[in-house]
């Protein structure tokens, strides 16, 4: 039998009862939308629920959504730093963007089925043999979608500082598909970055129920920078290299 996942011990019997009732009305919300969002689907209709429901999830968890400079346009690649889990929600709640995902997650099947609703593009990073078919997934999602968020860094870091864009995950970038644009995203999650950070073995789970517990809410500043352009879109190189620096004098720019 599987044991229930089990609450951080550091976690106040406060923030445990936070946890049961963030969890809860995430299931609620959960519930609404699923029917709403395959009605939809059936009709042929727009379909806003998955961003409605990420966006009822970031509220639900406490986080406060700033928006900030420019608004993207239809058919933007969104290239963005990553500090959490919460960026998801984040971004999806700011700009109605679909991500690009590692097909490991599509080995959870919860995981898979609310990342398909909301056409996640999953990626087999080390699988050299199908990278074209997934330029095309790539492509074909943000054609569909309108915006699609890639995280370069493939992993998460502590919300001040950059690891190194890695050019490899821009593969669907080279040759940049005519009319779309390339736009830097910063979450900025100021002084309490570090705080909720998914970085080192710290379990995903244990970095979920950490955050929900937070008596405190916490803001995060989505702000979109102005579009690559000229020779920063030359190759996956220099767009991976363009929106690094772009997202790193920005985090430097607005430090606490």
Not at 102 to 131: E, I, K, Y
Request: glycine share 8%; net charge positive; aromatic share 6%.
């Amino acid at each position: 039998m599987n044991e229930a996942p089990t609450v951080p011990a550091a976690i106040s019997p406060l923030g445990r009862l936070r946890i049961v009732l963030r969890i809860a009305a995430m299931a609620a919300l959960l519930i609404a939308c699923v029917p709403l969002y395959y009605s939809c689907k059936l009709l042929g209709m727009a379909n806003p629920w998955p961003r409605r429901f990420l966006a009822g999830i970031a509220f639900i968890a406490g986080i406060t959504i700033r928006i900030e400079g420019e608004r993207h346009s239809p058919g933007e690649f969104l290239l963005a730093n990553h500090v959490s889990w919460i960026d998801i929600p984040a971004i999806a709640a700011a700009s109605g963007s679909a991500f690009v995902a590692q097909d490991g997650l599509a080995a959870l099947p919860l995981l898979r089925w609310l990342c398909a609703m909301n056409d996640t593009v999953f990626v087999a990073r080390h699988d050299r043999a199908s990278v074209a078919a997934q330029v095309e997934a790539v492509r074909e999602a943000i054609r569909d979608t309108g915006a699609l968020t890639i995280f370069p860094e493939g992993t998460t870091s502590d919300g001040t500082a950059l690891l190194r864009f890695k050019s490899s995950l821009l593969s669907a970038l080279e040759p940049l598909p005519a009319g779309i644009g390339v736009r830097p995203v910063v979450l900025d999650y100021g002084a309490v970055g570090p705080e909720i950070a998914w970085i080192g073995t710290e379990p995903g789970l244990d970095n979920f129920m950490r955050i929900v517990a937070r008596s405190k809410s916490i803001t995060l500043k989505v702000r979109f920078l102005p579009c690559l352009a000229g020779e920063a879109l030359a190759n996956r190189k220099t767009i991976a290299a363009a929106a690094e620096a772009a997202i790193l004098q920005s985090l430097k720019a607005h430090a606490p």
